[in-house]
């Protein structure tokens, strides 16, 4: 976290971490708590909570003794409160890539996912604009820059591998388009490290696979005769580019380390109160793991992950709290899930390794992808119309004055980002949260910058600007959800022709 004066830390404690000069009124006694344990979590002595760290360890006993005292079941693992996920872990320790001598510099430049590179790597490179099979003739055995643009009638980043594996291509490297502006590339990238559940068949892909910051492409075409800026122009706005050859090599060198990472969802449960409802539980998610320390930005290297997710962790702990053991109808799991920053694999280890009988999940309530940054009067909600999880929903959004809507930006995929995905796969009704906005407003600048400024860097801390009205609101929605759900006259359910369930084969 960006550092500040000592005694400037401990006010902001005190006044709920309100930023000197915020002319926002006195937090109630809820938020003020609710952001108390907030700042607990993503501290810096929590280190940015990664995956199977020290921090993430000691977040986790944090939350099975909150969660004790606030007088939850444990259902972890032997009757503990944790459910261990053995992981395999995979990180580039080590990058020297150069083009024609020219050194790209790893993470800032270029990056690299460990199960996409060999341990060297000398080729020749073209250039092949958009990527589709008009353009990819000749590409044997080279390395094949592509524009990754995000846009209708483009090839897809699957049918780019797809291409450029049918005609022998030895690897794509992509440039991350800037013009993709409802969540545009970040860079630098924290580290390169993959993650997958332990025993997991590791399929390899057939091409290397890089991806290029769109300001190291004049570094990469020197001699070309050809205008970086005029391409990332061009490829942004989705129209006509070149083909070309490149006249220098990449050549390139990657060490890695690979070691075994346990580190455990959290696991509780609130009995219901009603037994004829006892198998209808209702699960309530958040991720706890974020980056931990990554590479530094403006001189600072921890990612704290305030709002990515300790906030809604904390929520979760908040709710327990406020019901001191005191039952809805249905029962309630509190599942804090890891990994789901590295391929949302606490969730998934989870739904593969139910405490309970899958048919007792009647639905799964994710806390996630939520900032409240600026007023809270539009709500984005996932598979608003699948299941009636989508109605309840707007109920208790049109009691507090908040309108909602279906995903407006489906081309980012939020859908499957984060962990109620999993649930859904497996068949369980689930629903997630996104603060939206209006097109133009002041509102919209400000959820554009976060996703440029904020969003998986070490500025997502406690020190960033909350509204916290919004804040508040959200949480008045998410505990009368919860009680509609939990009480509701009948279980949460999958409406007749949904796009989601069953899976389409």
Not at 172 to 186: H, K, Q, S
Request: charged share 20%; with cysteine; aromatic share 8%.
């Amino acid at each position: 976290m960006r550092t500040l004066p000592w005694f400037l830390v401990l006010l902001l404690i005190i006044t709920g971490c309100k930023k000197s000069g915020e002319s926002s009124s006195a937090l109630d006694e809820d938020t003020r708590a609710w952001w108390q344990t907030t700042t607990e979590l993503s501290s810096d002595a929590m280190e940015g909570r990664d995956t199977g760290s020290p921090g993430y360890a000691r977040a986790a006993a944090l939350v099975a003794e909150r969660f004790k005292a606030a007088g939850l079941e444990p259902l972890g693992d032997n009757g503990t409160w944790f459910q261990d996920v053995p992981m395999e872990e995979t990180a580039i320790t080590q990058a020297t890539i150069t083009v024609g001598g020219r050194p790209l510099q790893f993470l800032h430049d270029v990056y690299a996912s460990p199960n996409n590179i060999a341990a060297s790597v000398d080729a020749p490179i073209t250039y092949c604009g958009y990527c589709d099979s008009t353009s990819t003739r000749g590409v044997k055995n080279k390395l094949v820059i592509c524009h990754g643009a995000n846009r209708e009638g483009l090839p897809t980043n699957a049918d780019r591998l797809r291409i450029l594996t049918e005609a022998g291509a030895l690897g794509v490297i992509v440039i991350a388009d800037p013009g993709f502006t409802v969540e545009p590339p970040r860079w630098p990238f924290a580290y390169s490290r993959r993650f997958t559940l332990a025993g997991a068949a590791d399929v390899k892909p057939t091409l290397l696979n890089f991806r290029l910051n769109a300001d190291a492409l004049a570094n990469v075409i020197v001699g070309s005769g050809q205008n970086a800026k005029e391409l990332i122009a061009l490829g942004s706005a989705g129209k006509p580019l070149p083909t070309f050859d490149v006249p220098d090599r990449l050549q390139a060198s990657f060490s890695t380390k690979h070691q075994m990472v346990n580190s455990p969802n959290i696991l509780g449960r609130l009995p219901g109160t009603d037994p004829s409802l006892a198998n209808q539980a209702i699960v309530l998610t958040a991720h706890l793991d974020g980056y931990g320390y990554g590479e530094p930005v403006q001189g600072d290297s921890l990612y704290n992950g305030t709002l990515d997710d300790a906030a809604y962790v904390a929520l979760l702990i908040q709710l327990a709290e406020r019901r001191k053991g005191k039952g809805f109808s249905r029962p309630l799991i509190f599942a804090i899930v890891t990994g789901e920053e590295k391929g949302l694999l606490g969730s998934r280890y989870l739904v593969q390794h139910l405490p309970v009988p899958k048919e007792t999940i009647a639905a799964n309530i994710n806390l996630d992808q939520l900032r409240p940054l600026f007023p809270l009067e539009l709500l984005t909600v996932h598979a608003l119309d699948e299941t009636t999880l989508g109605d309840d929903a707007t109920a208790v959004a049109s009691g507090l004055q908040i309108k909602v809507q279906n995903d407006p930006e489906p081309e980012r995929g939020l859908l499957m980002r984060t962990d109620h995905w999993n649930f859904m796969q497996a068949g369980i009704p689930a629903i997630n949260f996104v603060f939206g906005f209006q097109p133009g407003s002041e509102s919209e600048r400000i959820y554009r910058q976060w996703y440029r400024e904020g969003y998986h860097t070490p500025k997502d801390d406690l020190l960033q600007k909350i509204d916290w009205n919004a804040a508040a609101k959200f949480n008045e929605f998410f505990y009368g959800l919860v009680e509609k759900v939990a009480d509701g006259a009948a279980a949460p359910a999958w409406k007749p022709g949904s796009k989601l369930w069953p899976v389409k084969k």
